[in-house]
Protein backbone atom coordinates (compact mmCIF):
# COMPACT_ATOMS: atom_id res chain seq x y z
CA UNK A 1 0.00 0.00 0.00
CA UNK A 2 2.70 2.44 0.87
CA UNK A 3 4.68 1.40 -1.73
CA UNK A 4 1.75 2.34 -4.45
CA UNK A 5 1.46 5.75 -2.58
CA UNK A 6 5.47 6.41 -2.77
CA UNK A 7 5.29 6.12 -6.59
CA UNK A 8 2.05 7.54 -7.17
CA UNK A 9 3.62 10.58 -5.37
CA UNK A 10 6.94 10.55 -6.70
CA UNK A 11 6.61 12.45 -10.10
CA UNK A 12 4.60 15.21 -8.10
CA UNK A 13 6.95 15.92 -5.01
CA UNK A 14 10.05 15.50 -8.13
CA UNK A 15 8.29 18.09 -10.18
CA UNK A 16 7.65 20.71 -7.18
CA UNK A 17 11.68 20.07 -6.08
CA UNK A 18 12.92 20.56 -9.28
CA UNK A 19 10.53 23.41 -10.40
CA UNK A 20 12.15 25.17 -7.19
CA UNK A 21 15.61 24.63 -7.60
CA UNK A 22 16.47 24.33 -11.41
CA UNK A 23 18.43 21.30 -10.50
CA UNK A 24 17.11 18.23 -11.94
CA UNK A 25 20.01 15.32 -10.97
CA UNK A 26 20.40 17.05 -7.07
CA UNK A 27 16.21 17.31 -6.85
CA UNK A 28 16.70 13.75 -8.54
CA UNK A 29 18.85 12.25 -5.71
CA UNK A 30 16.91 14.24 -2.79
CA UNK A 31 13.58 12.90 -3.77
CA UNK A 32 14.92 9.53 -3.61
CA UNK A 33 16.59 10.21 -0.15
CA UNK A 34 13.02 11.46 1.01
CA UNK A 35 11.09 8.09 -0.11
CA UNK A 36 13.59 6.15 1.57
CA UNK A 37 12.72 7.86 4.68
CA UNK A 38 9.34 7.99 4.24
CA UNK A 39 9.51 3.73 3.11
CA UNK A 40 11.20 3.21 6.92
CA UNK A 41 9.07 5.68 9.03
CA UNK A 42 5.60 5.38 7.48
CA UNK A 43 5.15 1.62 7.99
CA UNK A 44 6.00 2.43 11.72
CA UNK A 45 4.65 5.89 12.77
CA UNK A 46 1.64 5.48 10.25
CA UNK A 47 1.20 7.66 6.85
CA UNK A 48 1.17 11.22 7.42
CA UNK A 49 -2.19 13.42 6.97
CA UNK A 50 -0.42 15.04 3.97
CA UNK A 51 2.10 12.57 2.45
CA UNK A 52 2.89 14.46 -0.40
CA UNK A 53 4.07 17.59 1.54
CA UNK A 54 5.47 15.21 4.06
CA UNK A 55 7.71 14.02 0.90
CA UNK A 56 8.08 17.25 -0.51
CA UNK A 57 8.96 19.07 2.85
CA UNK A 58 11.63 16.10 3.77
CA UNK A 59 13.45 16.60 0.45
CA UNK A 60 13.53 20.35 0.16
CA UNK A 61 15.31 19.84 3.38
CA UNK A 62 17.78 17.43 1.52
CA UNK A 63 18.38 19.36 -1.02
CA UNK A 64 18.98 22.58 1.49
CA UNK A 65 21.62 20.71 2.87
CA UNK A 66 22.97 19.45 -0.30
CA UNK A 67 23.44 23.64 -0.81
CA UNK A 68 25.04 24.30 2.21
CA UNK A 69 27.60 21.69 1.89
CA UNK A 70 28.39 22.00 -1.36
CA UNK A 71 28.98 25.70 -0.50
CA UNK A 72 31.14 24.90 2.68
CA UNK A 73 33.35 23.25 0.24
CA UNK A 74 33.61 25.34 -2.60
CA UNK A 75 34.61 27.65 0.45
CA UNK A 76 37.20 25.39 1.92
CA UNK A 77 38.54 24.88 -1.89
CA UNK A 78 38.85 28.66 -2.43
CA UNK A 79 39.91 29.59 1.10
CA UNK A 80 37.86 32.91 1.19
CA UNK A 81 35.77 32.46 4.16
CA UNK A 82 35.83 35.65 5.38
CA UNK A 83 33.41 36.29 1.86
CA UNK A 84 31.33 33.07 1.69
CA UNK A 85 28.37 34.36 0.10
CA UNK A 86 25.19 33.84 2.46
CA UNK A 87 22.66 30.69 1.50
CA UNK A 88 19.48 31.65 2.19
CA UNK A 89 17.48 28.05 2.90
CA UNK A 90 14.20 28.35 1.14
CA UNK A 91 11.17 28.61 3.31
CA UNK A 92 9.73 25.51 3.97
CA UNK A 93 6.31 25.90 3.00
CA UNK A 94 3.51 24.30 5.34
CA UNK A 95 1.52 23.43 2.30
CA UNK A 96 3.89 23.24 -1.04
CA UNK A 97 1.20 23.51 -3.61
CA UNK A 98 1.66 20.89 -6.88
CA UNK A 99 0.92 21.74 -10.80
CA UNK A 100 0.05 19.55 -12.79
CA UNK A 101 2.00 21.22 -15.11
CA UNK A 102 5.09 20.12 -13.29
CA UNK A 103 4.41 16.45 -13.39
CA UNK A 104 4.01 16.98 -17.24
CA UNK A 105 7.26 18.90 -17.86
CA UNK A 106 8.79 16.08 -15.80
CA UNK A 107 7.78 13.79 -17.89
CA UNK A 108 8.77 15.44 -20.88
CA UNK A 109 12.28 15.85 -19.47
CA UNK A 110 13.07 12.54 -19.00
CA UNK A 111 11.70 11.32 -22.04
CA UNK A 112 13.62 13.70 -23.77
CA UNK A 113 14.67 13.33 -27.43
CA UNK A 114 18.75 14.02 -26.47
CA UNK A 115 18.32 10.61 -24.40
CA UNK A 116 18.74 7.46 -26.02
CA UNK A 117 15.74 5.03 -25.44
CA UNK A 118 17.35 3.15 -23.13
CA UNK A 119 18.75 6.07 -20.81
CA UNK A 120 14.99 7.40 -21.21
CA UNK A 121 13.57 4.41 -19.96
CA UNK A 122 15.53 4.11 -17.13
CA UNK A 123 15.15 7.93 -16.27
CA UNK A 124 11.68 7.96 -16.41
CA UNK A 125 11.27 4.67 -14.12
CA UNK A 126 13.31 6.02 -11.53
CA UNK A 127 12.38 9.83 -11.59
CA UNK A 128 8.97 9.51 -12.40
CA UNK A 129 8.14 5.71 -11.59
CA UNK A 130 10.11 5.83 -8.44
CA UNK A 131 11.69 2.53 -8.70
CA UNK A 132 14.92 2.13 -7.12
CA UNK A 133 17.81 1.48 -9.09
CA UNK A 134 17.80 -2.05 -8.34
CA UNK A 135 14.43 -2.56 -9.58
CA UNK A 136 14.74 -1.14 -12.43
CA UNK A 137 18.27 -2.97 -12.94
CA UNK A 138 16.65 -6.56 -12.05
CA UNK A 139 13.89 -5.56 -14.39
CA UNK A 140 16.38 -5.42 -17.68
CA UNK A 141 18.91 -8.42 -15.97
CA UNK A 142 22.27 -5.90 -15.81
CA UNK A 143 24.03 -5.62 -13.02
CA UNK A 144 23.30 -3.01 -10.27
CA UNK A 145 26.44 -0.43 -10.99
CA UNK A 146 25.44 -0.58 -15.00
CA UNK A 147 22.43 0.60 -14.17
CA UNK A 148 23.25 3.23 -11.83
CA UNK A 149 25.63 4.48 -14.21
CA UNK A 150 23.30 4.47 -17.17
CA UNK A 151 20.92 6.76 -15.03
CA UNK A 152 24.08 9.28 -13.79
CA UNK A 153 25.15 9.56 -17.35
CA UNK A 154 20.98 10.29 -18.71
CA UNK A 155 21.37 13.28 -16.16
CA UNK A 156 24.41 14.41 -17.50
CA UNK A 157 23.26 14.61 -20.64
CA UNK A 158 20.02 16.70 -19.75
CA UNK A 159 22.65 18.66 -17.90
CA UNK A 160 25.00 19.25 -20.43
CA UNK A 161 22.03 19.72 -23.70
CA UNK A 162 20.56 22.58 -20.86
CA UNK A 163 17.40 20.69 -21.26
CA UNK A 164 15.38 23.59 -19.66
CA UNK A 165 12.56 22.14 -16.96
CA UNK A 166 9.41 23.95 -18.55
CA UNK A 167 6.29 23.74 -20.34
CA UNK A 168 7.18 23.28 -24.04
CA UNK A 169 4.82 25.48 -26.19
CA UNK A 170 2.05 24.28 -27.99
CA UNK A 171 3.73 22.83 -31.45
CA UNK A 172 6.52 21.52 -28.91
CA UNK A 173 4.23 19.74 -26.82
CA UNK A 174 2.70 17.82 -29.64
CA UNK A 175 6.04 15.80 -30.69
CA UNK A 176 7.45 15.76 -27.18
CA UNK A 177 4.12 13.99 -26.05
CA UNK A 178 4.72 11.42 -28.81
CA UNK A 179 8.38 10.86 -26.77
CA UNK A 180 6.76 10.39 -24.03
CA UNK A 181 4.21 7.49 -25.03
CA UNK A 182 6.95 6.00 -26.96
CA UNK A 183 9.42 5.48 -23.93
CA UNK A 184 6.11 4.45 -22.24
CA UNK A 185 5.30 2.16 -25.00
CA UNK A 186 9.05 0.40 -24.50
CA UNK A 187 8.88 -0.30 -21.28
CA UNK A 188 5.15 -1.81 -21.50
CA UNK A 189 6.76 -3.98 -24.76
CA UNK A 190 9.53 -4.79 -22.72
CA UNK A 191 8.00 -6.71 -19.79
CA UNK A 192 5.47 -8.09 -22.27
CA UNK A 193 7.61 -9.56 -24.42
CA UNK A 194 10.16 -10.87 -21.69
CA UNK A 195 7.67 -12.01 -19.65
CA UNK A 196 8.85 -15.92 -19.52
CA UNK A 197 8.03 -17.66 -16.06
CA UNK A 198 7.81 -15.66 -12.55
CA UNK A 199 10.07 -17.08 -10.88
CA UNK A 200 13.01 -14.52 -11.75
CA UNK A 201 10.71 -11.85 -9.71
CA UNK A 202 11.42 -9.03 -12.14
CA UNK A 203 9.72 -6.37 -11.64
CA UNK A 204 6.58 -6.03 -13.93
CA UNK A 205 7.22 -3.70 -16.42
CA UNK A 206 4.19 -3.64 -18.32
CA UNK A 207 1.60 -2.94 -15.15
CA UNK A 208 4.35 -0.04 -14.73
CA UNK A 209 4.11 1.30 -17.95
CA UNK A 210 0.09 0.84 -17.93
CA UNK A 211 0.40 2.65 -14.15
CA UNK A 212 2.31 5.37 -16.05
CA UNK A 213 0.04 6.06 -19.01
CA UNK A 214 -3.13 6.56 -16.35
CA UNK A 215 -0.80 9.25 -14.74
CA UNK A 216 -0.20 11.13 -18.17
CA UNK A 217 -3.95 10.54 -19.13
CA UNK A 218 -4.87 12.46 -15.78
CA UNK A 219 -2.54 15.21 -16.86
CA UNK A 220 -4.18 15.71 -20.08
CA UNK A 221 -7.76 14.37 -19.93
CA UNK A 222 -9.16 13.28 -23.48
CA UNK A 223 -5.85 13.18 -25.11
CA UNK A 224 -6.89 10.58 -27.65
CA UNK A 225 -3.37 9.36 -28.68
CA UNK A 226 -2.89 8.48 -24.71
CA UNK A 227 -5.83 7.19 -24.54
CA UNK A 228 -4.80 5.07 -27.53
CA UNK A 229 -1.84 3.94 -26.17
CA UNK A 230 -3.85 3.06 -22.55
CA UNK A 231 -5.95 1.30 -24.23
CA UNK A 232 -3.50 -0.92 -26.29
CA UNK A 233 -1.66 -1.59 -23.55
CA UNK A 234 -4.61 -2.51 -21.50
CA UNK A 235 -6.08 -5.12 -24.23
CA UNK A 236 -2.48 -6.67 -24.94
CA UNK A 237 -2.14 -7.33 -21.09
CA UNK A 238 -5.42 -8.67 -20.92
CA UNK A 239 -4.00 -11.90 -22.64
CA UNK A 240 -1.42 -12.33 -20.63
CA UNK A 241 -2.46 -15.15 -18.38
CA UNK A 242 -3.23 -16.93 -21.87
CA UNK A 243 -0.29 -16.41 -23.96
CA UNK A 244 2.28 -18.37 -22.16
CA UNK A 245 1.93 -22.39 -21.61
CA UNK A 246 3.13 -24.15 -18.46
CA UNK A 247 7.04 -23.98 -19.51
CA UNK A 248 6.69 -20.10 -20.55
CA UNK A 249 6.16 -21.29 -24.13
CA UNK A 250 4.20 -18.77 -26.55
CA UNK A 251 1.04 -19.14 -27.55
CA UNK A 252 -0.23 -17.69 -30.36
CA UNK A 253 -3.63 -15.64 -30.24
CA UNK A 254 -6.02 -18.19 -32.14
CA UNK A 255 -4.44 -20.85 -29.79
CA UNK A 256 -5.17 -19.57 -26.31
CA UNK A 257 -7.90 -20.02 -24.18
CA UNK A 258 -9.78 -16.76 -24.34
CA UNK A 259 -11.69 -17.63 -20.87
CA UNK A 260 -8.27 -16.94 -19.10
CA UNK A 261 -8.32 -13.01 -20.68
CA UNK A 262 -8.71 -10.62 -18.42
CA UNK A 263 -12.33 -8.91 -18.60
CA UNK A 264 -12.44 -6.13 -16.82
CA UNK A 265 -8.99 -4.64 -18.92
CA UNK A 266 -10.68 -5.69 -22.21
CA UNK A 267 -13.81 -3.44 -20.61
CA UNK A 268 -11.57 -0.33 -19.91
CA UNK A 269 -9.95 -0.69 -23.06
CA UNK A 270 -12.87 -0.83 -25.33
CA UNK A 271 -14.02 1.81 -23.48
CA UNK A 272 -10.95 4.02 -23.99
CA UNK A 273 -10.77 2.81 -27.96
CA UNK A 274 -14.42 4.32 -28.28
CA UNK A 275 -13.84 7.70 -26.20
CA UNK A 276 -10.89 8.39 -28.37
CA UNK A 277 -12.38 7.73 -32.31
CA UNK A 278 -15.39 9.63 -31.05
CA UNK A 279 -13.23 12.45 -30.95
CA UNK A 280 -11.98 12.38 -34.67
CA UNK A 281 -8.87 12.74 -34.82
CA UNK A 282 -7.32 8.97 -34.91
CA UNK A 283 -3.65 8.05 -34.54
CA UNK A 284 -1.51 4.93 -34.34
CA UNK A 285 -1.82 4.07 -30.99
CA UNK A 286 -5.92 4.57 -31.17
CA UNK A 287 -5.90 2.51 -34.29
CA UNK A 288 -3.86 -0.30 -33.19
CA UNK A 289 -5.84 -0.12 -29.69
CA UNK A 290 -9.04 -0.45 -32.23
CA UNK A 291 -7.41 -3.98 -33.72
CA UNK A 292 -6.32 -5.20 -30.46
CA UNK A 293 -9.95 -4.21 -29.18
CA UNK A 294 -11.27 -6.53 -32.36
CA UNK A 295 -9.60 -9.35 -31.08
CA UNK A 296 -10.58 -9.30 -27.81
CA UNK A 297 -13.94 -8.80 -28.15
CA UNK A 298 -14.11 -12.23 -30.31
CA UNK A 299 -15.81 -15.11 -28.33
CA UNK A 300 -13.52 -17.62 -30.44
CA UNK A 301 -10.67 -16.86 -33.24
CA UNK A 302 -12.76 -18.43 -35.77
CA UNK A 303 -15.17 -15.51 -34.89
CA UNK A 304 -12.94 -12.20 -35.37
CA UNK A 305 -14.00 -9.87 -37.69
CA UNK A 306 -11.02 -9.99 -40.05
CA UNK A 307 -12.55 -7.27 -42.44
CA UNK A 308 -12.79 -5.23 -40.04
CA UNK A 309 -9.02 -5.26 -38.85
CA UNK A 310 -8.06 -5.68 -42.51
CA UNK A 311 -10.13 -1.91 -42.93
CA UNK A 312 -7.89 -0.82 -39.57
CA UNK A 313 -4.48 -2.25 -40.95
CA UNK A 314 -5.42 -0.13 -43.67
CA UNK A 315 -5.97 2.81 -41.96
CA UNK A 316 -2.45 2.11 -39.88
CA UNK A 317 -1.00 1.91 -43.32
CA UNK A 318 -0.97 5.27 -44.10
CA UNK A 319 -0.81 6.62 -40.83
CA UNK A 320 2.74 4.87 -39.66
CA UNK A 321 4.15 3.70 -43.25
CA UNK A 322 6.21 1.05 -41.13
CA UNK A 323 7.24 -2.38 -42.86
CA UNK A 324 6.05 -4.44 -39.60
CA UNK A 325 2.50 -2.69 -39.60
CA UNK A 326 2.42 -3.74 -43.65
CA UNK A 327 3.66 -7.39 -43.23
CA UNK A 328 0.47 -8.03 -40.58
CA UNK A 329 -1.98 -5.88 -43.38
CA UNK A 330 -0.80 -8.83 -45.43
CA UNK A 331 -1.66 -11.74 -42.71
CA UNK A 332 -5.16 -9.74 -42.82
CA UNK A 333 -5.34 -9.59 -46.83
CA UNK A 334 -4.46 -13.53 -45.96
CA UNK A 335 -7.08 -14.15 -43.54
CA UNK A 336 -10.10 -11.99 -45.63
CA UNK A 337 -8.86 -13.15 -49.42
CA UNK A 338 -7.17 -16.63 -48.94
CA UNK A 339 -3.44 -17.02 -48.40
CA UNK A 340 -2.64 -16.97 -52.20
CA UNK A 341 -3.60 -13.04 -51.93
CA UNK A 342 -1.56 -12.54 -48.46
CA UNK A 343 1.46 -14.47 -50.11
CA UNK A 344 1.17 -12.12 -52.78
CA UNK A 345 1.41 -9.15 -50.98
CA UNK A 346 4.43 -10.31 -48.69
CA UNK A 347 6.26 -10.85 -51.24
CA UNK A 348 5.45 -7.02 -52.84
CA UNK A 349 6.83 -5.34 -49.69
CA UNK A 350 10.05 -8.03 -48.44
CA UNK A 351 12.42 -6.07 -50.47
CA UNK A 352 12.08 -3.29 -48.47
CA UNK A 353 15.85 -2.48 -46.84
CA UNK A 354 13.99 -2.14 -42.72
CA UNK A 355 12.94 -5.94 -43.43
CA UNK A 356 16.79 -7.10 -44.56
CA UNK A 357 17.64 -9.99 -42.36
CA UNK A 358 14.92 -9.55 -40.34
CA UNK A 359 13.22 -13.39 -39.15
CA UNK A 360 9.72 -11.61 -39.40
CA UNK A 361 9.37 -12.17 -43.21
CA UNK A 362 9.68 -15.70 -43.27
CA UNK A 363 7.56 -16.35 -40.14
CA UNK A 364 4.90 -14.79 -41.55
CA UNK A 365 5.70 -16.19 -45.26
CA UNK A 366 5.81 -19.78 -43.16
CA UNK A 367 2.36 -19.44 -41.70
CA UNK A 368 0.90 -18.70 -45.10
CA UNK A 369 2.61 -21.00 -46.89
CA UNK A 370 0.92 -23.68 -43.70
CA UNK A 371 -2.25 -22.44 -44.38
CA UNK A 372 -2.01 -22.88 -48.40
CA UNK A 373 -1.30 -26.47 -47.75
CA UNK A 374 2.21 -25.89 -48.47
CA UNK A 375 4.38 -27.79 -45.50
CA UNK A 376 7.72 -28.47 -46.96
CA UNK A 377 7.96 -24.80 -47.47
CA UNK A 378 6.92 -23.59 -44.34
CA UNK A 379 8.83 -25.85 -42.14
CA UNK A 380 11.83 -24.62 -43.67
CA UNK A 381 10.96 -21.34 -43.78
CA UNK A 382 9.65 -21.68 -39.75
CA UNK A 383 13.25 -22.93 -39.16
CA UNK A 384 14.70 -20.12 -41.06
CA UNK A 385 12.98 -17.57 -38.87
CA UNK A 386 13.61 -19.38 -35.63
CA UNK A 387 17.59 -18.93 -36.20
CA UNK A 388 17.37 -15.23 -37.19
CA UNK A 389 14.84 -13.95 -34.45
CA UNK A 390 16.66 -12.93 -31.25
CA UNK A 391 13.93 -13.75 -29.02
CA UNK A 392 14.08 -16.69 -27.09
CA UNK A 393 10.33 -17.81 -26.16
CA UNK A 394 9.86 -16.62 -30.41
CA UNK A 395 12.24 -18.94 -31.47
CA UNK A 396 11.32 -22.00 -29.21
CA UNK A 397 7.98 -20.99 -30.40
CA UNK A 398 8.81 -21.22 -34.41
CA UNK A 399 10.78 -24.64 -33.69
CA UNK A 400 8.07 -26.14 -32.32
CA UNK A 401 5.44 -24.50 -35.19
CA UNK A 402 8.01 -26.25 -37.35
CA UNK A 403 8.14 -29.76 -35.73
CA UNK A 404 4.28 -29.96 -35.84
CA UNK A 405 3.71 -28.95 -39.12
CA UNK A 406 6.60 -31.48 -39.75
CA UNK A 407 4.73 -34.41 -38.01
CA UNK A 408 1.82 -33.69 -39.92
CA UNK A 409 3.33 -34.36 -43.44
CA UNK B 1 33.78 -19.65 -5.56
CA UNK B 2 32.44 -18.95 -9.29
CA UNK B 3 32.57 -21.43 -12.47
CA UNK B 4 31.24 -20.46 -15.66
CA UNK B 5 29.64 -23.90 -16.94
CA UNK B 6 29.67 -23.54 -21.19
CA UNK B 7 27.63 -26.17 -22.94
CA UNK B 8 28.75 -27.16 -26.42
CA UNK B 9 26.67 -28.44 -28.95
CA UNK B 10 26.89 -30.08 -31.75
CA UNK B 11 26.36 -28.00 -35.39
CA UNK B 12 24.83 -28.83 -38.47
CA UNK B 13 24.72 -27.04 -41.20
CA UNK B 14 25.11 -23.89 -38.96
CA UNK B 15 22.15 -24.38 -37.11
CA UNK B 16 21.59 -26.31 -33.45
CA UNK B 17 20.37 -29.93 -33.93
CA UNK B 18 17.30 -28.98 -31.66
CA UNK B 19 15.66 -27.58 -34.83
CA UNK B 20 14.66 -31.20 -36.38
CA UNK B 21 13.52 -32.71 -33.13
CA UNK B 22 9.63 -33.59 -32.65
CA UNK B 23 7.88 -31.07 -30.97
CA UNK B 24 7.65 -32.71 -27.74
CA UNK B 25 11.23 -33.82 -27.78
CA UNK B 26 11.80 -29.86 -28.24
CA UNK B 27 8.78 -29.03 -25.51
CA UNK B 28 10.68 -31.29 -23.20
CA UNK B 29 14.22 -29.87 -23.90
CA UNK B 30 12.73 -26.50 -23.16
CA UNK B 31 11.25 -27.31 -19.99
CA UNK B 32 14.20 -29.01 -18.27
CA UNK B 33 16.30 -26.18 -19.02
CA UNK B 34 13.47 -23.55 -17.76
CA UNK B 35 13.23 -25.26 -14.64
CA UNK B 36 16.56 -25.94 -14.53
CA UNK B 37 17.87 -22.12 -14.11
CA UNK B 38 14.72 -21.58 -11.48
CA UNK B 39 16.12 -24.30 -9.54
CA UNK B 40 19.40 -22.69 -9.45
CA UNK B 41 17.91 -19.35 -8.99
CA UNK B 42 15.86 -20.95 -6.27
CA UNK B 43 19.00 -22.11 -4.50
CA UNK B 44 21.02 -19.19 -4.87
CA UNK B 45 23.44 -20.69 -7.03
CA UNK B 46 22.73 -18.93 -10.31
CA UNK B 47 24.71 -15.82 -10.81
CA UNK B 48 23.43 -15.52 -14.75
CA UNK B 49 22.76 -17.66 -17.65
CA UNK B 50 21.97 -17.01 -21.28
CA UNK B 51 21.31 -19.18 -24.17
CA UNK B 52 23.24 -18.01 -27.60
CA UNK B 53 21.79 -17.74 -31.22
CA UNK B 54 22.95 -20.36 -33.71
CA UNK B 55 26.18 -19.72 -35.63
CA UNK B 56 24.58 -19.12 -38.72
CA UNK B 57 24.36 -15.24 -36.86
CA UNK B 58 28.41 -15.32 -35.66
CA UNK B 59 30.65 -13.17 -37.25
CA UNK B 60 34.49 -12.83 -35.92
CA UNK B 61 35.48 -9.69 -35.36
CA UNK B 62 38.90 -8.08 -35.42
CA UNK B 63 40.12 -4.58 -35.49
CA UNK B 64 41.74 -3.15 -39.09
CA UNK B 65 44.76 -1.08 -39.58
CA UNK B 66 42.46 2.07 -39.03
CA UNK B 67 40.53 0.35 -36.17
CA UNK B 68 37.48 -0.55 -37.89
CA UNK B 69 36.44 -3.56 -37.05
CA UNK B 70 36.89 -6.31 -39.96
CA UNK B 71 34.45 -9.23 -39.69
CA UNK B 72 34.24 -12.74 -40.82
CA UNK B 73 31.43 -15.08 -40.77
CA UNK B 74 29.29 -17.25 -41.63
CA UNK B 75 30.57 -20.80 -40.41
CA UNK B 76 28.50 -23.53 -40.97
CA UNK B 77 31.56 -25.84 -41.04
CA UNK B 78 31.93 -25.53 -37.50
CA UNK B 79 31.77 -28.72 -36.08
CA UNK B 80 31.27 -27.79 -32.40
CA UNK B 81 30.20 -24.60 -31.24
CA UNK B 82 29.24 -22.48 -27.58
CA UNK B 83 25.69 -22.52 -27.45
CA UNK B 84 24.87 -21.72 -23.50
CA UNK B 85 26.58 -20.48 -20.73
CA UNK B 86 25.44 -20.73 -16.82
CA UNK B 87 27.45 -18.84 -14.28
CA UNK B 88 27.45 -20.23 -10.69
CA UNK B 89 28.50 -19.55 -7.27
CA UNK B 90 29.06 -22.69 -5.28
CA UNK B 91 31.11 -23.58 -2.59
CA UNK B 92 32.97 -25.85 -3.82
CA UNK B 93 34.13 -27.19 -7.74
CA UNK B 94 32.56 -30.60 -6.94
CA UNK B 95 29.16 -28.71 -6.68
CA UNK B 96 30.15 -27.26 -9.96
CA UNK B 97 30.91 -30.39 -11.42
CA UNK B 98 27.34 -31.66 -9.92
CA UNK B 99 25.59 -28.72 -11.43
CA UNK B 100 27.53 -29.39 -15.00
CA UNK B 101 26.24 -33.24 -14.41
CA UNK B 102 22.56 -32.32 -14.33
CA UNK B 103 22.51 -30.07 -17.33
CA UNK B 104 24.94 -32.10 -19.28
CA UNK B 105 21.66 -34.86 -19.24
CA UNK B 106 19.53 -32.86 -20.28
CA UNK B 107 17.01 -34.43 -22.77
CA UNK B 108 17.39 -34.81 -26.58
CA UNK B 109 16.26 -36.40 -28.87
CA UNK B 110 13.69 -39.10 -27.90
CA UNK B 111 13.50 -38.19 -24.63
CA UNK B 112 17.31 -39.74 -24.08
CA UNK B 113 20.13 -38.16 -22.21
CA UNK B 114 22.20 -35.47 -24.38
CA UNK B 115 25.36 -36.04 -22.36
CA UNK B 116 26.29 -33.02 -24.00
CA UNK B 117 30.17 -31.76 -23.11
CA UNK B 118 29.94 -28.94 -20.34
CA UNK B 119 33.28 -27.28 -19.82
CA UNK B 120 33.82 -26.35 -16.33
CA UNK B 121 36.16 -22.96 -15.58
CA UNK B 122 36.70 -20.97 -12.56
CA UNK B 123 36.06 -17.81 -12.73
CA UNK B 124 38.80 -16.25 -10.14
CA UNK B 125 37.86 -13.90 -7.57
CA UNK B 126 39.49 -10.37 -8.84
CA UNK B 127 39.50 -7.16 -7.62
CA UNK B 128 36.44 -5.69 -5.80
CA UNK B 129 33.73 -5.35 -7.97
CA UNK B 130 32.94 -1.67 -9.48
CA UNK B 131 30.93 1.12 -7.52
Known sequence: ?409 | MKFMLMMNAASKGGDYQIANWPKKDIEAHIGFMIKFSQKLAAAGELVGAEGLAPPTQARLVRAGKDGKPVTDGVFPETKEFLAGYWIVDVPSPERAYQIAAEASAAPGHGGAPMNMPIEVREVPSGPPPLD
Open chain 1, 1 to 409: MIDHLLRDLTPHVLGAVVRRFRDFAAGEDAVQEALIAAAAQWPRDGVPDNPRGWLIQVALRRMTDHIRSEVARRTRETAVAADAPVVVAPAVYSDPGVDPDDTLALFFMCCHPALTDASAIALTLRAVGGLTTGEIARAFLVPESTMAQRISRAKETIRASGVPFEMPDAAERAARMGAVLHVLYLVFNEGYTATSGDALERPDLSREAIRLARAVLTLVPGHGEVEGLLALMLLTDARRSARTGPSGELIPLDEQDRSLWNRESIAEGVALVGAAFSRGAVGEYQVQAAIAAVHDQAARAEDTDWPEILALYSVLLRLSNSPVVALNHAVAIAMVHGPAEGLKRVDAIAGDDRLKGSHRVDAVRAHLLERAGRPDEAVALYRLAAGKTSSLPERNYLLMRAASVAARM
